[in-house]
């Protein structure tokens, strides 16, 4: 997870279809989505496409391949990811390439199959993915000297919500289904209330972005959302108009941070080598460029005890998280 990733979209083509679509449609997109009894959420976004390729290397060329998903990480901070897979690359002797996806799901695919060799994605994922395949950290960020983060609950500015129970009937906003802050953490709250979203909201919708999230709230196409609070926190710092337009009514408990994974099939050796080049980039005077741009600290241990957390709410929520 990073600051200034997560401040805008890896892809624009996804945040300017957000725009256009929710400005121009106004409240449609949020009435097309009829009673969350009837069918699964919304996607304001392009269908969910499989897995993308991943871009071909001449022949017998070892490629490292850095996948990045979408959800936070933005067209901003693409240059700098490249940075970080070339640096790594180089220092590996080998070449490297970064792609992205959608969604979570696709990108633990791609790290699930070894076509990409190490991936940011986010606490709950990685857990999706220990459990599911056996997906394994290589490091951890430390982003303003910490490496936790929470989730928030926001409603538009001018909301008489204060709580929770007051959204009972609203419309609301996930992120990816595979989202820590974005989605889990509210599917355990609700569950705390024997609640699911079918049971709960009149509506409800995947935005496939936090930042997508915020929009939709500061314009008022849904009642509330769940968001990453180090995407929030960040937009309010910089001034960006969405934000101001809402306001936090309930923070989660913190968790650890969006973590640095690794494919199981992935070589020990180059693994242990991959972790020796992140966890001392900030002492490397080309490596620190490279976190400045990324917003990041310095990279850290991970430890997977940190993320029992999560998967103690995953276990409880049940198959109302499985993607």
């Not at 945040?15 to 449609?25: E, G, K, M, Y």
């Not at 009829?34 to 993308?52: F, R």
Request: aromatic fraction near 8%.
């Amino acid at each position: 997870m990073v600051v200034n990733g997560y401040a805008r979209r890896w892809w624009g083509y996804l945040l300017h279809f957000l725009v256009a679509s929710l400005l121009l449609a106004g409240g449609a997109l949020i009435v097309s989505c009829g009673d969350s009894t009837q069918g699964p959420p919304i996607d304001l976004g392009a269908s969910p496409a499989k897995s993308p390729p991943v871009p071909s290397a001449e022949s017998g060329v070892d490629t490292l391949v850095l996948a990045v998903a979408a959800v936070n990480s933005p067209t901003s901070s693409l240059k700098a990811y490249e940075d970080l897979a070339h640096y790594l690359g180089d220092h590996l002797h080998i070449a490297a390439k970064v792609v992205g996806s959608k969604t979570y799901a696709e990108i633990n695919s791609l790290v699930r199959s070894g076509d990409a060799a190490l991936a940011v994605v986010c606490s709950g994922a990685y857990v999706f993915g220990n459990t599911e395949f056996g997906m394994e950290l290589l490091a951890s960020p430390v982003i303003a000297g910490k490496q936790t983060y929470q989730s928030y609950l926001i409603v538009p500015a001018s909301s008489s919500a204060e709580k929770l129970t007051d959204l009972q009937g609203k419309t609301f906003a996930f992120t990816d289904p595979l989202s820590n802050s974005g989605r889990l953490v509210p599917l355990y709250e609700l569950s705390r209330l024997s609640k699911t979203p079918e049971t709960f909201f009149s509506k409800y919708i995947f935005t496939y972005s936090h930042e997508n999230s915020i929009k939709s709230v500061a314009h008022e196409l849904v009642d509330a959302a769940a968001v990453d609070s180090l995407i929030y926190d960040h937009a309010l710092v910089t001034g960006e108009d969405d934000v101001s337009k809402t306001k936090v009514i309930w923070r989660s408990p913190t968790f650890a941070i969006n973590p640095l994974v690794v494919s199981p099939r992935l070589d020990p050796t180059r693994k242990a080598a991959l972790k020796s080049l992140l966890v001392s980039m900030d002492l490397d005077p080309a490596g620190a460029v490279i976190l400045q741009e990324l917003g990041i600290d310095r990279f850290g241990e991970a430890d997977d005890a940190s993320y029992e957390p999560v998967r103690k709410m995953a276990n409880a929520v049940g198959g109302g998280f499985v993607p």
